[in-house]
């Protein structure tokens, strides 16, 4: 079963940052997919933060423009999710995920940020 398998999740204090990687597994190859990452916060539902679409355009959130940086390394079969200046409203579970042309989508498993003094 393919897989994406995520890293990098943590408690941290305002203004601090973190990486969030997710990497293909089990045959998973994102070259050619869509990606992203997206965060769901407890009692909201689900919402995109950044992606790369398959031409290869990054959009993020207007939350999130500025401060985080969606890139991809093919030879690393890897997505990135860079999050600086971290906001107490950052805090949720985040998820990778990849689409393909045929629509059908891969989730990583969720990796926890909570940000708070």
């Known amino acids: 079963q393919v897989q994406l398998v995520e890293s990098g999740g943590g408690s941290v204090e305002p203004g601090a940052s973190l990486t969030f990687t997710c990497a293909g597994s089990?045959?998973?190859?994102?070259?050619?997919?869509?990606v992203g990452w997206s965060r769901q916060a407890p009692g909201k539902e689900r919402e995109m933060v950044a992606g790369?679409?398959?031409?290869?355009?990054?959009v993020y959130a207007q939350s999130v423009k500025g401060r985080f940086t969606i890139s991809r390394d093919s030879t690393k079969n890897t997505i990135y999710l860079q999050m600086n200046n971290l906001k107490s409203e950052d805090t949720a579970v985040y998820y990778c995920?990849?689409?393909?042309?045929?629509?059908?989508?891969?989730w990583g498993q969720g990796t926890q940020v909570t940000v708070s003094s």
């Open positions: 790369i679409k398959s031409d290869g355009r990054t």
């Open positions: 995920a990849a689409e393909a042309d045929s629509h059908e989508v891969f």
């Open positions: 089990r045959g998973l190859h994102l070259d050619g997919y869509a």
